[in-house]
């Protein structure tokens, strides 16, 4: 029944590790996001697909690549883990209400580098 | 200094207080939203608005765009409001720009 589900919950990994993250969304939305929330609790945006297709790039290490293989799912690889990538990192996906982004959150993967 | 500024960042309260939280910006938008985050760390978008005011059970959230300024109100707050509420805009297409939040703690 989740709107927006990813997985895992908890990643606890090495530096110099690769890990990936999965998003899936089963509300038909067109647009999916990834954002990183660090230790203060502060959310910023890292990427958004729209159908399939890489919109938003903030300025994100290259070790990141988002993978969409349809417009349900966009994962996130991360390659050789740095301590500084220690966050909570949330998907989203939402729908045009003309006015704005309607946004539907995923419960969140907190990731640790130790 | 970020372009979305919540103010207070941390409120407490007793049970049955009117909370107000504030939020400025300083950039155009496109839409202005008011995000929940729990203690378990989900987070809920619970207003999404470009203008006016906009009523959902005992919260309420306004928008002055000449002023650049947002409200959340809740009325006769409970514990289970505790949370960390966070202002959130539409910058362009879809990029938002997130304020800092505010922790709310109401104690019974």
């Known amino acids: 029944d989740t709107a927006v589900s990813q997985t895992p919950k908890y990643l606890v990994t090495q530096m110099g590790n690769d890990k990936s993250i999965k998003c899936e969304q089963n509300?038909?939305?067109?647009?999916m996001y990834w954002y990183k929330q660090d230790s203060k609790k502060f959310l910023k945006i890292m990427f958004s697909?729209?159908?399939?297709?890489?919109?938003i790039n903030e300025t994100v290490p290259n070790r990141f690549s988002p993978k969409s293989p349809d417009k349900a799912h966009l994962n996130l690889h991360i390659n050789s883990l740095e301590l500084g990538d220690s966050a909570v990192y949330f998907c989203?996906?939402?729908?045009?209400?003309?006015?704005?982004?309607?946004?539907?959150f995923g419960s969140g993967t907190q990731l640790s580098v130790l | 200094k970020n372009e979305v500024e919540q103010s207070p960042q941390n409120l407490t309260a007793q049970e049955g207080e009117f909370i107000t939280i504030n939020c400025s910006y300083s950039?155009?938008?496109?839409?202005l939203h008011w995000l929940q985050q729990h203690p378990g760390g989900g987070i809920v978008s619970l207003f999404m608005?470009?203008?006016g005011k906009k009523k959902h059970g005992r919260l309420i959230a306004t928008i002055n765009i000449q002023e650049k300024h947002s409200s959340l109100h809740i009325t006769a707050s409970h514990p289970r409001d505790s949370a960390v509420y966070i202002c959130?805009?539409?910058?362009?297409?879809?990029?938002?720009?997130f304020g800092q939040g505010t922790r709310l703690t109401i104690n019974p």
């Open positions: 959130a805009v539409t910058q362009g297409a879809q990029k938002l720009v």
């Open positions: 608005l470009s203008s």
């Open positions: 989203a996906s939402s729908f045009s209400t003309g006015r704005g982004e309607k946004l539907f």
């Open positions: 950039v155009g938008i496109s839409a």
């Open positions: 509300l038909g939305h067109d647009t």
């Open positions: 697909y729209n159908n399939k297709e890489l919109i």
